[in-house]
């Protein structure tokens, strides 16, 4: 009712306003639109025009304002930090993830493809979401947590040097797997999924701790070729689909090989927002800008309409004397009646 209200009193006032400045220029009639001293007979309807114009203007206006605020509140509310669900990526960073063996076509390094998997992960999900991202090699390093930007998450994935915070040596995946573990125990009850990409190639692991309250769900994520090794560091290195269904056993999650075909759509559940099918028409939103953008439109080409075609009253050029090059002055007349 707000947009109406404020829309009927802008109406009132810019027609009380219209009726005083047609009392007030009926005075110089004559001086301003010539010796009828009226204006043409079209322009009476313009009073009434400009305050529909103002009250489209306002409506649309008020109608803005109250979907901001009220959008702002749903924010406030649905995005608050308790009840926002945490998608916390756990990426393997270490010298194996380099080696050219992973995609469908077997011609993408390992840390190409977890890349590739985590774009799509982003593109599939919405809603009241906290991002973070956890680097390992020989230790874990916590790169973004609770970022609301999935920029952020890109950026990392997309060769941000994390490597070289880190000391060399060979990769420990159950000491890296517990560090993320313990970064991630003290989020509320049930909010968090855990999401491990890695090619599985490790010293033998440690024990791996038990999952925390707050993580509801882990996915690991295999990369690299299952079948066939690539030599590094003296020996040879390949997905390790053994190790690691052990470590989603070891906290009761799931195993999935991601090499040549992406996490499927059902295994994110609630992550994954239905969008609605698209209304017919336009929303309240769009009709308010519409109205603000009409009723502009018009009343700013009003004035250009009266002074083309609201008076007899045609202003000539001035005329120059050809011997003295002297300004004689404007010439005015109405159009269709002898000079005096």
């Given at each position: 009712m707000i947009p109406l209200q404020s829309a009927l009193a802008v109406l009132l006032l810019a027609l009380l306003a219209e009726w005083l400045h047609v009392r007030r220029i009926r005075v110089v009639g004559r001086l301003a639109f010539g010796p009828a001293g009226r204006a043409h007979r079209w322009t009476s309807v313009l009073p009434v025009l400009r305050s529909l114009c103002l009250a489209a203007f306002a409506w649309g206006l008020a109608t803005l304002i109250l979907l901001k605020l009220a959008a702002a509140g749903g924010d406030g509310q649905k995005g608050s930090n308790k009840d926002a669900t945490r998608l916390v990526f756990v990426g393997d960073l270490s010298p194996s993830m380099y080696l050219v063996d992973a995609g469908?076509?077997?011609?993408?390094?390992?840390?190409?493809?977890?890349?590739?998997v985590v774009e799509?992960?982003?593109?599939?999900?919405?809603?009241?979401?906290?991002?973070?991202?956890?680097?390992?090699?020989?230790?874990?390093?916590?790169v973004v947590m609770e970022a609301r930007d999935p920029e952020l998450v890109r950026n990392v994935f997309n060769g941000l040097p994390l490597t070289y915070a880190m000391p060399l040596g060979q990769t420990d995946l159950g000491q890296a797997i517990n560090a993320a573990v313990k970064l991630v125990n003290d989020f509320p009850p049930g909010s968090t999924r855990l999401v491990i990409f890695t090619d599985g190639d490790s010293v033998n692991l440690v024990p791996i701790l038990p999952r925390p309250k707050s993580v509801k769900e882990v996915f690991v994520l295999?990369?690299?070729?299952?079948?066939?090794?690539?030599?590094?560091?003296?020996?040879?290195?390949?997905?390790?689909?053994?190790?690691?269904?052990?470590?989603?056993?070891?906290?009761?999650?799931?195993?999935?090989?991601?090499?040549?075909?992406?996490?499927?759509?059902?295994?994110?559940?609630?992550?994954?927002?239905?969008?609605p099918p698209p209304r017919r028409g336009l929303s309240l939103e769009e009709l308010a800008v519409l109205a603000m953008a009409?009723?502009?439109?018009?009343?700013?080409?009003?004035?250009?309409?009266?002074?083309?075609?609201?008076?007899?009253?045609?202003?000539?050029?001035?005329?120059?004397?050809?011997?003295?090059?002297?300004?004689?002055?404007?010439?005015?007349?109405e159009v269709g009646s002898p000079a005096r």
């Open positions: 469908p076509e077997g011609k993408q390094t390992r840390h190409a493809r977890m890349r590739e799509a992960i982003l593109q599939r999900v919405s809603g009241n979401l906290r991002f973070g991202v956890i680097g390992f090699w020989t230790e874990s390093v916590p295999g990369v690299g070729n299952p079948r066939k090794g690539t030599f590094i560091d003296g020996h040879q290195s390949r997905q390790e689909g053994d190790t690691l269904r052990a470590v989603a056993s070891a906290l009761n999650g799931t195993y999935y090989d991601v090499n040549e075909k992406h996490l499927p759509t059902t295994a994110l559940g609630d992550l994954v927002v239905t969008m009409v009723g502009a439109g018009i009343f700013a080409l009003i004035p250009v309409a009266l002074e083309f075609f609201g008076t007899d009253w045609k202003v000539a050029r001035p005329e120059r004397d050809p011997e003295d090059g002297v300004v004689n002055g404007t010439r005015a007349r």
